[in-house]
DNA sequence: GTAACTGCAAAATATTTGCATCCTT
DNA sequence: AAGGATGCAAATATTTTGCAGTTAC
């Protein structure tokens, strides 16, 4: 059977493999991003915690994942949108971090806004964390 | 004698002492973010792993310097600005990492814009991170 | 003098690397 | 069959904790 994961993984030149199937599904399935542990936790004690760190790893060089910028050291993962490519990233990323349940997405819907930088800077990629409460949270507090 | 780095300690009712000094100056002398490890090497080899660690902890919570979101696994420090007290930040800070010098460095100037949240999102801080070229990288590449 | 801070040792975590084996193509 | 991927073991690196000695107030 051949699925829009093995699709994904064979446009990016990878041999098709349990865990990185497995893996890939864990963000296919899941809105928002995950942390290293949480994939750990999610696939069940099914991997090694090697072959997660490998295959993240292999994921982003690949552009097929991307790392979110976290105040916390939890270095958190999530999906590329299509125009990701090996090297070189979509630009305007917004992620919402929810102060309560502590959930990461990623906001496709909302564009990060230019940003007017001194005289000499260039600017490359623009990334925006916005801290907050989820609409979940929020209804659940009142 | 007392200096603005007692004066800022004594602000925040924390003990004056060596350690807590030699750190906070660094931040003072030193446009931009630190990390970790810079701090100990910075410091030069004077102070213990571990009193870096609770030091730079205590900051945080008392509001003197704040994290920096980055995409990679390094958390950085950076000073806050007056009106960050203890348990409250301000609001928006926009950082600039160079991708040539790995420089961070805290845009005051620039302002964070507002984001447009999806419905039922509220938001609490917005945090910036720009990648790019810094001016002095910039100009020395042409 | 007392409470708070530091340094050392060591524990707990997290991440990386080497290598033999197994799986994908 | 060949190259790449995995799992295990172990080496590194990072962060946290406990405690005794020292320092600031």
């Known amino acids: 059977m051949t699925t829009d994961l093995d699709d994904l993984l064979k446009r990016n030149h990878l041999s098709i ?21 949480d994939i750990e936790k999610k696939a069940g004690e099914k991997f090694d915690r090697v072959t997660v760190y490998r295959t993240l790893q292999t994921f982003v060089e690949k552009g097929i994942i991307h790392t979110i910028p976290t105040s916390d050291n ?3 993962y999530a ?10 990233h979509h630009d305007n990323h917004v992620h919402f971090v ?7 997405e990623c906001l496709d819907k909302v ?15 623009v990334e925006v964390v916005v801290t907050g ?6 209804e659940k507090s009142q």
């Not at 929810?98 to 990461?104: A, H, I, L, Q, V």
């Open 74 to 76: 939890m270095v958190r």
């Open 133 to 138: 409460i989820c609409k979940e949270c929020r």
């Open 79 to 88: 999906l590329c949108k299509d125009n990701c490519t090996e090297g070189h």
């Open 111 to 125: 564009t990060a806004p230019s940003i007017e930088l001194p005289y000499g800077y260039v600017a490359k990629t």
């Open 17 to 37: 493999t349990e865990s990185r199937k497995k893996i890939l599904s864990l963000f296919v399935n899941h809105t928002g991003a995950l942390a290293h542990g």
């Open 98 to 104: 929810c102060k309560e349940c502590n959930k990461t």
